[in-house]
């Protein structure tokens, strides 16, 4: 966990919570999310969360060594608040994945 690119998590928790304050509309959802990230750092030991964020869960998909298009079924955690995700490499655009910059 003391790779750089792990740390990258805490960097990714700052773009959700931002996502949540300044650009998600529904702010009775905003509000309820971010207590319950709150909560999470309060209950969830700080050896169970990813570089001290409140993600507490990684999943790679795909192949980093295969240079063939690799097609991501969907999937969905029933317990999860939220999923971020992020690409190594150059990710190709389309599909139902919406993308924001910064």
Excluded at 66 to 91: M, N, Q, R, S
């Amino acid at each position: 966990m003391n790779e750089g690119w792990f740390k990258f998590f805490i960097y990714i928790e700052e773009c959700v919570i931002f996502f949540l304050r300044e650009l998600y509309p529904n702010k009775d959802k905003v509000k309820l999310t971010l207590f319950k990230i709150a909560l999470a750092k309060k209950v969830i030991p700080l050896n169970c969360r990813i570089a001290g964020s409140f993600f507490n869960h990684m999943t790679c998909l795909g192949y980093l060594k295969d240079k063939k298009d690799v097609k991501i079924e969907p999937h969905v955690d029933e317990e999860g608040i939220i999923t971020a995700l992020f690409h190594v490499g150059k990710p190709i655009l389309g599909g139902n994945t919406q993308y924001f910059s910064g």
